[in-house]
């Protein structure tokens, strides 16, 4: 089973420290990870250090996987390279070597991912004709096509409606199953969280202040210590728990 | 899962994406196989053109069994048009190439020998030699206008390189500066030509018309053999280059080294360019033009990308020669005219008919 653990991690940015002390226990693979916390609290800093493209202090300890296997989705989905939706996948695939010719192994690989991101119909599309949410679910596909063993998405669900964002966590969620790979989702919108996310990684001012099951995180006080907001965690008619809003928090101020 | 998933999931079952993208590879491959015809034929109309008429059969004749020829026919075939039809293939390659190769690296549609400062640069160093009689390294009088064209945009270009490798150089800060240098390069040239005098004055001009007049066996080899060279070493890097096109962050977390790359890449441009410019002067439009053709035509895929870069160069350079040859009968027009005025409302046609998806 693949493993990733924060060991006194930090990261910066020139002299600007944004990451410092943050730890966790072994993240397990084989289902889904989330990463919360409020804007600029360092989400995306802590994947990129994660992901080799920023130096820092500490070490992120992984087994049963390499570097090399370690796949990051970027927050930003722009794309305006003369491609279709199919090339740029064929592309990602490619990344790892291999020459120019495309085995059947390949390109199944490459069907796989398409049937799987709900994508296949766009896969003849070019990449700047695509909607926001479709060029979401390529860049996932994308992300997922060499089969990683860790993968760090950032926002991977910020553009899509409602039915898609259910669909593709399901889509994450069997994936992590299948593989045993960890992932890590950094989310904003705590219900996904609850709803698809066995575990929790909260982070606050560039510290990962807790790591736990979800709904241990996920308390209405650390919701209001990560957001400023007054809140209650309740049970939906089927079960499934959910956050209700209340309100600004009256002490403290958002961070 | 829902209705409409399933709906939309059997509607689609039915289509074969990995047929339907062997059928898009083969398409491309047509493609370039068409503008290599293309340029063939370009260059047999080419080498037919001139002040001196000859039919087609007999230039044919000529390039094939030379031996066969009468003299005067095989000097003016073999050593004046086929050395000019050959430069305007391989400057027309080189130049096309670094053009697509500076956009992609820079992220840049704008971005190319002609407008990063190479030209310029080049325009100064030759002019340096025509008014000032400097040269920049001891050479023979002959070669002192392409060694100082090529030594300038040599350094013009090393200059941008050794910008990139500093810590915190984006993309952006690359183009800024390249701008930068035209500004700066201009204005010198201009200064050169203020004190010049009469003759060296409309040398200089000339010589930033650009024209293949010049053109030897020997530019001819040397062009090809850089392209040559650089080619492979590209094409190696063919879906990281392409990658690239991602955008940077995205590039690196599929694993390209996104900084490296960008380097070696600027360092083949910066041959790729500098050579050809020293050689036929300021024949800016290529490098801007070449890559957009292939663009529309073939897509970013580097594996058609570069070659069709190279053939589209190759091809609208060798059509300008031939355009430069006969629009006025017995003149040829310097050849850097006849790019801008007949390629600009082309490739504005072009643009616009074709709608600009990327970029
Ligand atoms: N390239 C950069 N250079 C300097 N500072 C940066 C850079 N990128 C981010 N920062 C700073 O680092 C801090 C954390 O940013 P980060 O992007 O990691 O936040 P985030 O948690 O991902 O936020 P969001 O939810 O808005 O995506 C912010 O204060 C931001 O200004
Ligand atoms: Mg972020």
């Not at chain 1, 066995?198 to 957001?227: D, F, N, S």
């Not at chain 2, 003016?76 to 027309?92: E, F, N, Y």
């Not at chain 2, 002959?142 to 150089?169: E, Y």
């Not at chain 2, 870069?309 to 040859?325: D, F, P």
Request: glycine share 8%; with cysteine.
């Amino acid at each position: 089973m693949v493993s990733l653990a924060l060991d006194q991690v930090g990261a910066r940015y020139g002299r600007r420290e944004i990451l410092s002390n943050s730890s966790t226990p072994p993240i397990e693979g084989g289902a889904l990870t989330a990463l919360v916390g409020a804007n600029a609290a360092g989400k995306s800093t802590l994947f990129r250090r994660i992901a080799g493209q920023l130096r820092g202090a500490g070490t992120v300890h992984i087994r049963g996987a390499e570097q090399a296997d370690l796949r990051y989705m970027p927050q930003d989905t722009a794309m305006s390279a003369a491609l279709t939706v199919y090339e740029s996948i064929i592309l990602a695939l490619k990344q790892g070597g291999g020459g120019w010719r495309l085995s059947a192994r390949e390109l199944a690989a490459v069907d796989d991912v398409l049937d799987r991101f709900g994508i296949a119909h766009l896969s003849e599309r070019q990449l700047p004709e695509l909607s926001g949410g479709q060029r979401q679910a390529v860049s996932i596909a994308q992300t997922l096509v060499t089969r990683p063993k860790v993968v760090l998405m950032d926002e991977p669900t910020s553009a899509l409606d409602l039915y898609r964002q259910y669909e593709i966590l399901e889509a994450l969620r069997r994936y992590a199953r299948e593989t045993g790979a960890v992932m890590i989702l950094a989310l904003h919108d705590l219900n996904q969280v609850m709803r698809s996310c066995t575990t929790t990684l909260a982070l606050a001012c560039g510290r990962v202040v807790v790591t736990g099951p979800t709904l241990e995180v996920l308390t209405p006080a650390m919701i209001r210590q990560l957001y400023g907001i007054d809140s209650r965690v309740e049970r939906c008619s089927q079960g499934c728990p959910m956050m209700i809003v209340d309100g600004p928090a009256a002490t403290t101020v958002g961070a | 899962m829902s209705s409409i998933s399933s709906a939309t999931t059997t509607a689609f079952a039915a289509t074969d994406h990995a047929g339907s993208y062997r059928g898009l590879v083969a398409r491309r491959l047509t493609i370039l196989a068409g503008l290599a015809a293309l340029l063939v034929l370009s260059v047999a109309v080419d080498v037919s053109l001139g002040p001196a008429r000859y039919a087609l059969p007999d230039v044919l004749r000529t390039i094939f069994a030379p031996g066969a020829a009468e003299l005067q026919m095989r000097v003016v075939v073999w050593d004046i048009r086929m050395p000019m039809a050959l430069l305007a293939v391989t400057v027309g390659a080189s130049l096309s190439l670094a053009g697509a190769q500076m956009q992609t690296i820079l992220a840049n549609p704008l971005a190319s020998p002609f407008t990063l400062g190479l030209s310029a640069a080049a325009s100064f160093g030759a002019a340096m030699a025509m008014v000032l009689g400097v040269a920049v390294f001891p050479a023979a009088v002959g070669l002192m206008v392409p060694i100082n064209a090529f030594a300038m945009a040599m350094a013009a270009s090393l200059l941008i390189f050794g910008l990139s490798t500093l810590r915190g150089v984006t993309v952006e800060t690359i183009v800024l500066l390249g701008i930068a240098l035209v500004f700066s390069f201009n204005a010198a040239l201009a200064l050169l030509q203020y004190f010049a005098s009469e003759q060296a004055l409309s040398a200089v001009v000339f010589w930033t018309m650009g024209s293949l007049a010049k053109a030897t066996w020997g530019k001819v080899a040397i062009t090809a053999a850089i392209l040559v060279v650089c080619t492979p070493l590209f094409m190696r890097r063919a879906w990281a280059l392409t990658a690239i096109r991602l955008g940077e962050t995205r590039a690196a977390a599929m694993g390209v080294p996104v900084k490296r790359l960008r380097l070696e890449a600027l360092l083949l441009v910066s041959l790729l360019a500098a050579v050809p410019v020293s050689f036929v002067g300021t024949i800016g439009f290529i490098g801007i033009v070449g890559p957009h053709v292939a663009r529309l035509l073939l897509g970013e895929d580097q594996r058609f990308f570069l070659p069709g870069a190279m053939l589209s160069g190759a091809v609208i350079l060798s059509a300008t020669s031939v355009l430069s040859k006969a629009i006025l009968p017995g003149a040829v027009l310097p050849i850097g005219i006849i790019t801008a005025l007949v390629g600009v409302p082309f490739f504005a046609a072009l643009i616009l008919t074709k709608g600009r998806k990327a970029w």
